[in-house]
C-alpha cells in the first residue's frame, strides 16, 4: 500500500479534526479498507483510526432500541445484542471469527457494500444512523452501493436498531468471498413489516415494498406467495444471474418469515 | 517512522515502522518471529492469524500501529518454555492435523481462540468456526478432529478409523 | 495388532514439531544480508504489442537499485518445456519461446514486462507506478475453438496458427474403433468440461538468489518440488551457469500440488539479478501475483463416447479434447492432456478399442499445466461420466455395468489399447469395500430422511485409475520427456550408527521425514530415531528429480532401498570379518548381526563403528566406510486404483449442493505409514470436491481473469466437506518396485469429481428432473439452472 500518515484520536472531535485535513480517511476495522489500499486502489494521506474512541464502543440497550457504537466490532454486537436476537445474529455471521473481532458497524455502513450484511440491518430494522453532526434515517441514508448521505469527514458515532416483534436475517452466501450473494432481513415492528434485501441489486441495499404490504396484512411465508422482485436491476457476475438472485430474494424473505 | 511499542508472547517489544506496516510485517521482520504466515491479500486464508488483547485478529488486515500497547500473542508463544506442546499442538500431531505446515500457526490459534470461548465445540462448531482458515493439504478431516480432541472429546467415533 | 514401528506403523510426524511452533523454515522466512527486493510489473491486457517500456523516471525513484525489461534479456535463453509431443502426422509441436521478461508482446494478464530491484519491496512497487508503458492492445483469444478458427488473432506470430498439436492416440486404431461404433447396440455420447482450476498451495511462489563473489558460485532459494530440476533447467538452459556452479535450495515448502514443479521467469530472474547486480535479490509472491503467475491446471472441453453391445459390454471408446495451454509451454504442460491423460483412458475396464484426440491449444491466458492428478482426473471424469449416463440410459445398476466391464484380477498383467500395462489389481475388492464403508444399505433410508426435509438426495458412486510412480525413464524418453525420471538417495551411515538419508526427493506435506525413516528402520532392525532425512537442497543430495507424480516413495523411496541394501551388504562383510565367519551366514535382525545356526553375535553400532575406525578390518579388499548411493529408474508406472461414492443433498429452492457423507476404497498396495496416507486421501478429496462444487478459473472474452483472488476463487472450507470415510485395506502389492507400494497423493483428487457430479444428476433424476449433465462446479446458481431448465 502506499505510505500514510498513522493518527489514532481518543476523542470524536478529535477524531474530526484530524478528518477535516488533505485527503484524510476515517479507519474502523480496516477488515474492507485495508485489503483496498493493499490493492493500491485508495491512497489516502492520512488514516484516522476510531478504534480508539470509547465514546464509540459498546452495545446499550435504551427506549426499545440497541445502540450500537460505531466502532463497536461485530463480534462485540453479536455478544451485548441479546435485546435484538436478529441483530446479534446478524453480526455473528459476517466474515469470520477473526473478521468480526475487527471490523465495526460504523464501518461496513460507511462503507456500504452491495452485498455487506449491516445495511440489511439497518434498513430492515428502520435504524437511525447517528453522526457527529446529525441524525440520519436509514431510509435517507443509503443511495446506491458504496454511496451513503455521510458527507466527507462525517462520522457514525452510533446506530440505533429499534427492536423488532419478530425479526429474521437469512444469508445465502456467496461461495468464494462468503459475502451475502443475496441477504434478506425481515422484521415485524407493531406498524408494520419491513423487508430489507442485500447481495441482489445493483443499486445496493433497498426495501421490497411488496412484500412489506403482503407480511404486514399476514406474517407468514404464504403472503409472499406469488411475489417477485424484477430480475431487471439485479446484479449478474459468474456466481449468478439477475434472475437467480431475484429467485433467491423470495426464498430467503419467505425462510426468513419462518424463521422469525 | 513511527515507535511503536506491544507485548509479544509476554515480552516488551517495540521498533519504528510506518504508518502502512502491518502487524504481520512488523512481527516477521520486525521482531523475526517468521511463524504467522502471510497466505494471501484480502483477509481470508488466515495463516496470519495471532491472538491480540485475548482476541484472534488477522494480522495482515490489523496496521502495526493499531497494536500499540497491546498484548499479542503469536504461535512462537503457544509451547512451554521447555518445548512441551499445548494441548492443541499435541493435538494437532496426534492426529495428523497438518501437512505442509503452512496454515498450520492460523489454525492453531483459531483453534486456541474457539476453545476458549466454546471449551467442547461440536464437529458443526469447529468447521463453522474455521471459516476464515484456509487449508489446502488436509481436506479439514483431522483439523476437525484434532480440535475436537483437544476440548477432550472422543474423536474414536469419528469416521475413517 | 497395528504395527508401532517400521513400515505399516502410524509414526506421528516428526516434521509436525516445526510448524506448530512457528519454527518452520520456508522460503519467505530466508533472509540474506544486504537483499534487495523486485516487484514485477506486469501486463494488464490480455495481449498486445509493447512499444515502449519507459523506465527513466522510475530509475530516479527513491530506493530503486535497477530496473530490467525484456532487452536485458535478449542474450539469455528462454524458459524451456521438458516435454516434445509428436503429432498425428509425425510432426513436433509447435514451441514458441516464452523469454523471462516479455519482450515484443505481452500474452496473458500477468505476463511479466519490468522487474523493478529497490532497497525495499514497497519501493519497488511505488517505482513501477512510475514507468511509463506503450502498448498497443491487441485482440485476445481466449476461447479455445475460437484461437483455432480461420483468421483468429495469434497468441504468437511466429507460429502458423494456435495449434500447439493434433494428438492422434492410437492412431493406428481409429479405423477399428469407428467400425466398433458402427456395430454398436448403443452408444452414449457426453460433452463435458474440465474446469480450470488454480493450485493455490497455502504459501504463495518465492525466490531469492544469492550470489558469491567470492566462489562464483549462484544460489537460489525456491518454493519448488524437484529443487534438481531447476537447476538443471535454468543453469542449462537459460542462464548458461554449470550444475558446479549453482545451488538450488528448496526448504520447508508449504504445499505444491504440482504447480511448484515448474522453472517460473522469477527463479531465473532472482538468480540472474543477484549476479549481475552483486546483490541478493527476493522475491515473495502475492496470492493476487500468484493467481495470475502460478501456472494453471485441467481447462479441457471434451466429448467422448462410449459404445456398448447389445450384453452392455463396452466395446470401443472415442474421445475428442480441446486442451488449453495457455500463451506458453509451461515445462511439462504438453505432457498433461496427451501421455498422463490419453494412456488412462481405458480406466478399470476391458474396453478393447480406444481412440483419444487431443487439440492443444494456445490462448491469452496463464499457462496450464500439471495440477494434482495431470491428465488422470480430466481421464477419469470423461469416463466415469459417460458410463453413468449410459447405465441411465440402459436402465441398469451403474455399478453392476461397471462391476461387469471390469478387468479381472486372473487378467494381470493387462496391456491395455491405451499402451500401457498395469501390474496388478482387484476392482471388486475395492468396489465390495466401498459399499460396505458407504453404507449403501441405509442409503434409502437417509433419502426417506432428506425428503421429509424438503431436501433433495443423490449417490454417486465411480471406479478410478492411475498411472502414478512416474516412470521408466526409457519408456519417457520415447513419448517425448526431455529428462529421466528416475529418483537417487544416498544412505550415510555414521560411525556410532546413526543414518542420514539423502534423498531427490522433496517433502512439501507429505511426510517424508517421518516415512522414510520407517523404511530403514525396518530394514536394519533400529530405531526410527537413529534415521535423519536430507532433501531438498543440490548441494548436498545426489540428483534427483523430485516429487510429483505421487512418486515419492515408489521411486525415491526404492533408490533408497536399493542404497539401503548396498549398505547392508556391505555391513555383512564387516561383520562376518568380525565374527570370523562366512558372509553368507551374516543374518541381520534387530540391529544385530549374527551367525546362522550359531550364538554369535555382533551390534549394528560395532559394525558402523569398525568402517570408520578400521583397526580390525578387511582392508585388503574392503574399502573403509560404509555410504552407498543409489539411482532407481523403475519399470513400469505404478497403478494405484479404487471405488468411490458420494452422497450429496440438493437444496431445491436453491440449487445448494451439500456433500452429506463420502467414501473412499483405495488400492495403495503396501502402505508405510496408513496416518500420512489417509491425510493424502483427506487432502486430495477436499480438492477433488472443490473442482466439482467450488472452484473455477474464470477469464472473460477479453482475456481478464473474473477469479484473481479468493473473493471470487471459491475454495473449499472446512463447512463445506465432510468427514471422510477411507479404507486402504484392499492391497495387491506393485509387483515391480521393492516396497510394493503405488502412490496416494493424488487418488482423491482424481477419483473425487466425477462421484460428486454422478451423485448431483442422481438426486435430480430421482426429483424427476430430465438433468443428464451439470459442468463443474456444480455452483448453486448452475445447480438452480439446470433444474429449472
Excluded at chain 3, 447396440?185 to 468440461?193: F, W
Excluded at chain 3, 514443479?261 to 531465473?268: K, N, S, V
Excluded at chain 3, 491469452?364 to 459417460?386: F, H, I, M, S
Aim: glycine content about 10%; proline content about 5%; some cysteine.
Amino acid at each position: 500500500m502506499y505510505n500514510f500518515d498513522f493518527v489514532k484520536p481518543a476523542t470524536v472531535a478529535e477524531a474530526v479534526e484530524a478528518l477535516s485535513g488533505e485527503e484524510a480517511q476515517a479507519l474502523g476495522g480496516g477488515q474492507t479498507l485495508l485489503p483496498t489500499m493493499k490493492q493500491r486502489l485508495a491512497s489516502p494521506a492520512t488514516l484516522v483510526s476510531l478504534t480508539g474512541i470509547a465514546d464509540m464502543q459498546g452495545v446499550s440497550q435504551k427506549d426499545g432500541a440497541i445502540c450500537v457504537g460505531g466502532a463497536t466490532p461485530h463480534a462485540v454486537v453479536a455478544a451485548n445484542a441479546g435485546g435484538y436476537p436478529a441483530l446479534a445474529a446478524l453480526a455473528g455471521g459476517i466474515g469470520d471469527p477473526a473478521v468480526r473481532n475487527r471490523g465495526t458497524a460504523g464501518g461496513s455502513l460507511a462503507n456500504n457494500d452491495p452485498s455487506a450484511c449491516y445495511p440489511a440491518a439497518a434498513l430492515g430494522s428502520g435504524a437511525t444512523i447517528v453522526t457527529n453532526t446529525r441524525e440520519i434515517a436509514a431510509d435517507d441514508y443509503f443511495e446506491g452501493m458504496f454511496t451513503t448521505a455521510l458527507n466527507e469527514g462525517e462520522i457514525i458515532t452510533e446506530v440505533r436498531f429499534p427492536i423488532p416483534e419478530k425479526a429474521n436475517y437469512q444469508k445465502f452466501e456467496q461461495p468464494a468471498s462468503r459475502f451475502a450473494l443475496v441477504g434478506v432481513f425481515v422484521a415485524k415492528f407493531a406498524d408494520g413489516v419491513r423487508v430489507a434485501v442485500t447481495g441482489a441489486s445493483e443499486d445496493g441495499v433497498f426495501r421490497w415494498a411488496e412484500a412489506e404490504a403482503a407480511l404486514s396484512a399476514d406474517f407468514s411465508p404464504a403472503a409472499l406467495d406469488g411475489l417477485t422482485v424484477p430480475a431487471d436491476g439485479m446484479i449478474s457476475d459468474l456466481h449468478g444471474t439477475g434472475a437467480y438472485r431475484a429467485h433467491l430474494v423470495g426464498v430467503m424473505t419467505k425462510r426468513a418469515v419462518a424463521a422469525a | 517512522m513511527t515507535k511503536v511499542e506491544m507485548t509479544v508472547n509476554g515480552k516488551s517489544v517495540s521498533g519504528d515502522v510506518e504508518g502502512r506496516t502491518l502487524l504481520v510485517q512488523f512481527l516477521r521482520d520486525g521482531l523475526g518471529l517468521t511463524g504467522t504466515h502471510v497466505g494471501c491479500d484480502t483477509s481470508q486464508c488466515g495463516a496470519c492469524v495471532v491472538h491480540v488483547n485475548g482476541v484472534a485478529v488477522k494480522s495482515c488486515t490489523m496496521l502495526a500501529l493499531e497494536a500499540d500497547g497491546a498484548d499479542v500473542s503469536t504461535i512462537e508463544g503457544q509451547a512451554a518454555p521447555d518445548g512441551t506442546l499445548n494441548v492443541i499442538q499435541q493435538a494437532f500431531q496426534d492426529h495428523h492435523g497438518l501437512q505442509c505446515g503452512f496454515c498450520t500457526p492460523g489454525m492453531v490459534m483459531s483453534a486456541a481462540a474457539l476453545l476458549k470461548d466454546n471449551p467442547k465445540p461440536t464437529e458443526a462448531e469447529i468447521r463453522h468456526y474455521l471459516e476464515g482458515n484456509i487449508c489446502r493439504c488436509t481436506g479439514y478431516h483431522n483439523i476437525v478432529k484434532a480440535i475436537m480432541a483437544a476440548s477432550g472429546q472422543d474423536v474414536g467415533a469419528v469416521a475413517a478409523e | 495388532m497395528p504395527k508401532d514401528h517400521g513400515i505399516g506403523a502410524s509414526n506421528k510426524r516428526r516434521e509436525d514439531v516445526r510448524f506448530l511452533t512457528g519454527t518452520g523454515n520456508y522460503t519467505d522466512d530466508i533472509n540474506v544480508n544486504g537483499q534487495a527486493y523486485v516487484y514485477f510489473l506486469r501486463s494488464d491486457v490480455a495481449h498486445g504489442r509493447i512499444n515502449k517500456v519507459d523506465t527513466s523516471d522510475a530509475e530516479a525513484m527513491p530506493g530503486v537499485v535497477r530496473i530490467f525489461t525484456g532487452k536485458d534479456f535478449e542474450g539469455v535463453g528462454g524458459l524451456p518445456c521438458g516435454w516434445l509431443v509428436t503429432d498425428k502426422h509425425g510432426q513436433p509441436m509447435q514451441e514458441p519461446g516464452h523469454p523471462v521478461l516479455a519482450q515484443g508482446k505481452v500474452r496473458h494478464v500477468g505476463d511479466p514486462i519490468a522487474a523493478v530491484v529497490a532497497d525495499s519491496l514497497a519501493q519497488a512497487r511505488d517505482a513501477a507506478e512510475a514507468i511509463v508503458l506503450d502498448i498497443e492492445e491487441l485482440p485476445a483469444v481466449v476461447n479455445m475453438k475460437a484461437a483455432l478458427a480461420d483468421g483468429a488473432p495469434k497468441v504468437h506470430d511466429d507460429l502458423a496458427n494456435n495449434l500447439c498439436y493434433d494428438w492422434g492416440f492410437v492412431e493406428e486404431n481409429k479405423g477399428a474403433v469407428e467400425d466398433a461404433f458402427a456395430k454398436a447396440a448403443h452408444v452414449t455420447t457426453l460433452e463435458l468440461v474440465n474446469n480450470r482450476l488454480i493450485a493455490n498451495p497455502m504459501e504463495p511462489r518465492v525466490a531469492v538468489g544469492d550470489f558469491s563473489r567470492a566462489t562464483g558460485e549462484s544460489t537460489l532459494y525456491t518454493t519448488s518440488q524437484n529443487p534438481h530440476v531447476i537447476r538443471l533447467l535454468m543453469g542449462a538452459f537459460v542462464l548458461g551457469i554449470p550444475e558446479h556452479k549453482l545451488r538450488v535450495i528448496a526448504p520447508d515448502v508449504g504445499g505444491g500440488f504440482g504447480t511448484k514443479i515448474f522453472h517460473y521467469a522469477e527463479e531465473a530472474f532472482c538468480t540472474f539479478a543477484a549476479k549481475a547486480l552483486n546483490r541478493a535479490v527476493k522475491w515473495t509472491a502475492s496470492r493476487s501475483e500468484a493467481f495470475m503467475s502460478d501456472a494453471h491446471g485441467r481447462d479441457h472441453v471434451s466429448k467422448i463416447e462410449l459404445a456398448l453391445d447389445a450384453d452392455n459390454n463396452f466395446t470401443a471408446l472415442r474421445t475428442e479434447t480441446y486442451a488449453n495451454m495457455g500463451a506458453y509451454l509451461s515445462t511439462f504442460a504438453p505432457s498433461v492432456p496427451t501421455w498422463l491423460h490419453g494412456t488412462l483412458m481405458a480406466g478399470n475396464y476391458r474396453t478393447p478399442l480406444i481412440y483419444v484426440n487431443v487439440k492443444a491449444v494456445f490462448t491469452n491466458t496463464v499457462p496450464v499445466d500439471a495440477y494434482r492428478g495431470a491428465g488422470r482426473p480430466e481421464a477419469t471424469y470423461q469416463l466415469e461420466r459417460v458410463i453413468d449416463k449410459a447405465a441411465r440410459e440402459l436402465g441398469v445398476d451403474p455399478v453392476a455395468l461397471r462391476r461387469q466391464n471390469f478387468i479381472q484380477p486372473d487378467q494381470f498383467p493387462y496391456a491395455t489399447p491405451v499402451a500401457v500395462e498395469y501390474d496388478t489389481g482387484d476392482y471388486d475388492a475395492t468396489m465390495d469395500k466401498l459399499i460396505e464403508i458407504a453404507d449403501f444399505s441405509g442409503f434409502d433410508k437417509r433419502l426417506a430422511e432428506s425428503k421429509a426435509r424438503g431436501k433433495l438426495r443423490g449417490l454417486g458412486v465411480n471406479c478410478y485409475i492411475e498411472a502414478c510412480g512416474i516412470a521408466p525413464s526409457n519408456l519417457v524418453g520415447q513419448l517425448g520427456a526431455r529428462a529421466g525420471l528416475y529418483e537417487s538417495a544416498t544412505v550415510r551411515v555414521n560411525a556410532t550408527g546413526g543414518i542420514v538419508v539423502m534423498t531427490g526427493s522433496h517433502s512439501h506435506g507429505q511426510g517424508h521425514e517421518t516415512t522414510f525413516p520407517q523404511v530403514i528402520a525396518e530394514m536394519i532392525g533400529i530405531d526410527e530415531s537413529m534415521v535423519e532425512i536430507v532433501h531438498g537442497d543440490t548441494s548436498n543430495t545426489p540428483m534427483g528429480m523430485g516429487t510429483y507424480g505421487s512418486r515419492s516413495l515408489a521411486v525415491g523411496g526404492s533408490a533408497m532401498v536399493r542404497a539401503a541394501e548396498k549398505v547392508i551388504n556391505k555391513a555383512k562383510k564387516i561383520a562376518a570379518h568380525l565374527l570370523e565367519a562366512s558372509e553368507a551366514d551374516i543374518e541381520l535382525k534387530d540391529g544385530q548381526f549374527s551367525v546362522a545356526g550359531t550364538d554369535k553375535s555382533v551390534a549394528w553400532g560395532d559394525v558402523t563403528l569398525a568402517a570408520y575406525v578400521p583397526h580390525n578390518y578387511p582392508l585388503e579388499n574392503l574399502e573403509p566406510g560404509l555410504e552407498e548411493t543409489a539411482f532407481y529408474d523403475p519399470s513400469n508406472f505404478t497403478y494405484p486404483a479404487g471405488a468411490y461414492a458420494c452422497e450429496i443433498e440438493v437444496d431445491p429452492d436453491t440449487g445448494k449442493v451439500t456433500i452429506e457423507r463420502f467414501a473412499a476404497a483405495d488400492d495403495f498396495g503396501n502402505v508405510v505409514n496408513p496416518m500420512i496416507v489417509e491425510g493424502q486421501v483427506h487432502g486430495g478429496l477436499a480438492q477433488g470436491i472443490g473442482q466439482a462444487l467450488l472452484e473455477g478459473a474464470v477469464y472473460d472474452e477479453n482475456g481478464q481473469l473474473l477469479t484473481g483472488s479468493y473473493m471470487d476463487y471459491a475454495m473449499p472450507r472446512a463447512s463445506d466437506v465432510p468427514f471422510y470415510s477411507v479404507d486402504h485395506s484392499c492391497q495387491t502389492p506393485c509387483t515391480h518396485n521393492p516396497l510394493g507400494v503405488k502412490g496416494c497423493g493424488e487418488a482423491g483428487a482424481i477419483g473425487s469429481p466425477p462421484a460428486v457430479v454422478n451423485a448431483v444428476v442422481d438426486a435430480l433424476q430421482r426429483a424427476g428432473k430430465p438433468v443428464t449433465h451439470i459442468d463443474m462446479p456444480l455452483s448453486p446458481a448452475r445447480v438452480w439452472a439446470a433444474m429449472n431448465g
